[in-house]
């Protein structure tokens, strides 16, 4: 069983920055590919980015160019790192390992608003 808890999320205005965290439990952290998730109210779940266990990288063609995703194994964490942020960004952003199986984070909020 991995636990991951998500924190970051919050209020900022059109392009202003945030950076989310995931922390996971466990140790065998190194092994996982972790990805970040969104849903928007009404909107199916969407995969965001992506980082294999050997950093290799992907993302959704709408956030390219301004979100970065990172990993810290030595703290069990990954990272969203969100810039130039956008209405059509707010979300309910959720975080994301995977192994042998899926685990899920329970979710944080992220809103784009003036």
């Known amino acids: 069983q991995v636990q991951l808890v998500e924190s970051g999320g919050g209020l900022v205005q059109p392009g202003g920055s945030l950076k989310l965290s995931c922390a996971a439990s466990g140790n065998i952290f190194r092994l996982y590919t972790m990805s970040w998730y969104r849903q928007a109210p009404g909107k199916q779940r969407e995969l965001v980015a992506t980082?294999?266990?050997?950093?290799?990288?992907n993302y959704a063609d709408s956030v390219k160019g301004r979100f970065t995703i990172s990993r810290d194994n030595a703290k069990n964490t990954a990272y969203l790192q969100m810039n130039n942020l956008k209405s059509e960004d707010t979300a309910t952003y959720y975080c994301n390992s995977h192994l042998t199986r899926d685990y899920w984070g329970q979710g944080t909020q992220v809103t784009v608003s003036s």
């Open positions: 980082i294999t266990s050997s950093t290799t990288t």
